[in-house]
């Protein structure tokens, strides 16, 4: 695991963390996003509750599997991707360096809730530029290789700092920080090599 706190524009700093899955994890989490990849049960995002524009459009196009909806609070640890997270993002060490980069770790580290979005990416999928309404953002980026595409880069249009999609690589930064994913070229349009997103959403109900 490899962390980097990312403040070259010191108002909008974040977090960046690469090979955040061991081998043996991403093993079992590519067994889980294989099962999900079907056109038939992962919904365009227009259909649920991506970021919409002043019209009511969504500012998203992707498909979209929303975990929380298919496990039980019992049930969480059947997924890998849910069962994984809560201990690897609040570990000393991604907590230590969360805190050098923004005030808002001071609300994150006490949040009592958390959702989680696995979002699948094709050609000419994007997202526009949105914020969003949750305290903190953690974005897992995984596709299989080779790279079958091109574009998918994040980019937070306040700072206009962009992030390369690297293979199993984490981003997190405050929710309000407007950011986008530029639109995907798949080099080959078969099922599964487009770009995956597992988003994991922190909230304080308190």
Known sequence: MKI???????V?????VD???TKKELEKIW???????????MPNAAEGLAAKDEEGNSKADCYRLYPDEVYTQKGRN?????????PKIFSNKIKQAFQKTSPVYRNWQSCDKDNTIISY????????AHYDSAQVTALIWLYIKPKAFSG????????NIKVRCRYNRMVMFPGFYEHQVDPITLKKKKAGLGR???THFYSNTR
């Open 4 to 10: 980097k706190i990312c403040n070259k524009d010191p």
């Open 12 to 16: 909008f700093p974040f977090l960046l």
């Open 19 to 21: 090979n955040w899955y």
């Open 31 to 41: 067994k889980e996003l294989s099962f999900y990849t079907d056109y038939e049960t």
């Open 78 to 86: 059947t997924s890998y991707i849910l069962r994984f997270q809560q």
């Open 121 to 128: 990416y094709e050609n000419n999928h994007h997202y526009h």
């Open 152 to 159: 998918g880069n994040l980019t937070f249009t306040d700072s």
């Open 196 to 198: 995956y997103c597992i």
